[in-house]
């Protein structure tokens, strides 16, 4: 696999007109909503740049619609904390840019801890072999991110609307997202941006310095609560952005791209399926 065929693939311009951009994804999420025939849009907020600039760009397409159409057009913002969130102050900052039309807040603790539990106890004493703690950390935090999408469809499906989903160029090529979790959605207006263009796009919409510029963080496993995805990827954001880019990286670091690019192929690809 070549670093040009993954660029192909990610569609990630080495040059953006920031303005642009905004329009044309502006337009994009309009245009699948007329398509849909849906009138609502469900997104998740965090207090990240990837949520933010997402949601902002999700009302923006609601506020155009309503004006030429004269339709009821709306977009749900969803807070979906796990206990208490440690940046939750980010979260109602992010909520304050975006200015949703409506706010929904569901926290996920009580059903996240009863389904982890009831599996836990299924499995126990059926010796089967598990990875340790450390990655029983890592299964509940996958747990919670399933959770907080089927919170976001029985929104959607109760309104008649569609789940916006967060995830960039920068997080497709290394698979970093939950599969049927943050990653099953209706629609990626992020697609095609980088890291760092995402950033610059969120910076133009009007969001605040410390919400643009903020360090990215899953922020879904208890043992070390506010890990940066740059340690989970095991490469920078700046480097990432720079193979996208088409640009010369060192060689680990566009080796591990790459390799987690391929191991991560299945995240990416239709549902396997035997030739009949």
Same mark, same amino acid.
């Given at each position: 696999?070549?670093?040009?065929?993954?660029?192909?693939?990610?569609?990630?311009?080495?040059?953006?007109?920031?303005?642009?951009?905004?329009?044309?994804?502006?337009?994009?999420?309009?245009?699948?909503?007329?398509?849909?025939?849906? %009138?609502?849009?469900?997104?998740?907020? !965090?207090?990240?740049?990837? !949520?933010?600039?997402?949601?902002?760009?999700?009302?923006?397409?609601?506020?155009?619609?309503?004006?030429?159409?004269?339709?009821?057009?709306?977009?749900?913002?969803?807070?979906?904390?796990?206990?208490?969130?440690?940046?939750?102050?980010?979260?109602?900052?992010?909520?304050?840019?975006?200015?949703?039309?409506?706010?929904?807040?569901?926290?996920?603790?009580?059903?996240?801890?009863?389904?982890?539990?009831?599996? #836990?106890?299924?499995?126990?004493?059926?010796?089967?072999?598990?990875?340790?703690?450390?990655?029983?950390?890592?299964?509940?935090?996958?747990?919670?991110?399933?959770?907080?999408?089927?919170?976001?469809?029985?929104?959607?499906?109760?309104?008649?609307?569609?789940?916006?989903?967060?995830? %960039?160029?920068?997080?497709?090529?290394?698979?970093?997202?939950?599969?049927?979790? #943050?990653?099953?959605?209706?629609?990626?207006?992020?697609?095609?941006?980088?890291?760092?263009?995402?950033?610059?796009?969120?910076?133009?919409?009007?969001?605040?310095?410390?919400?643009?510029?903020?360090?990215?963080?899953?922020?879904?496993?208890?043992?070390?609560?506010?890990?940066?995805?740059?340690?989970?990827?095991?490469? !920078?954001?700046?480097?990432? #952005?720079?193979?996208?880019?088409?640009?010369?990286?060192?060689?680990?670091?566009?080796?591990?791209?790459?390799?987690?690019?391929?191991?991560?192929?299945?995240?990416? !690809?239709?549902?396997?399926?035997?030739?009949?």
């Amino acid at each position: 696999m070549k670093q040009q065929d993954i660029v192909q693939e990610m569609k990630v311009k080495p040059v953006i007109d920031v303005m642009a951009e905004i329009q044309n994804r502006v337009e994009f999420i309009k245009q699948l909503m007329l398509k849909s025939q849906v %009138h609502h849009l469900v997104l998740g907020i !965090s207090g990240g740049v990837d !949520s933010s600039t997402a949601g902002r760009l999700s009302q923006l397409a609601v506020e155009q619609l309503r004006e030429e159409t004269g339709e009821h057009y709306q977009f749900i913002a969803v807070r979906l904390p796990y206990k208490v969130q440690m940046d939750e102050d980010d979260a109602q900052q992010a909520l304050q840019f975006i200015q949703a039309d409506k706010v929904v807040t569901v926290n996920i603790a009580t059903e996240v801890d009863h389904i982890k539990l009831a599996v #836990d106890e299924a499995m126990e004493g059926n010796d089967f072999q598990t990875n340790g703690h450390n990655h029983e950390d890592f299964v509940k935090g996958n747990v919670k991110a399933r959770m907080r999408m089927i919170v976001q469809y029985t929104i959607a499906n109760k309104v008649g609307g569609l789940v916006v989903g967060t995830d %960039h160029s920068a997080e497709a090529i290394m698979g970093f997202y939950t599969k049927h979790g #943050d990653g099953a959605v209706d629609l990626t207006p992020l697609f095609g941006l980088n890291k760092r263009q995402v950033r610059t796009l969120c910076k133009e919409l009007g969001a605040p310095e410390n919400i643009y510029n903020k360090p990215a963080t899953a922020d879904l496993e208890e043992l070390d609560p506010q890990a940066l995805d740059e340690v989970r990827l095991g490469v !920078s954001y700046q480097y990432i #952005d720079d193979f996208l880019e088409g640009k010369t990286v060192p060689e680990q670091a566009a080796e591990t791209i790459i390799k987690q690019y391929q191991r991560t192929i299945h995240k990416r !690809s239709a549902i396997p399926t035997p030739n009949c």
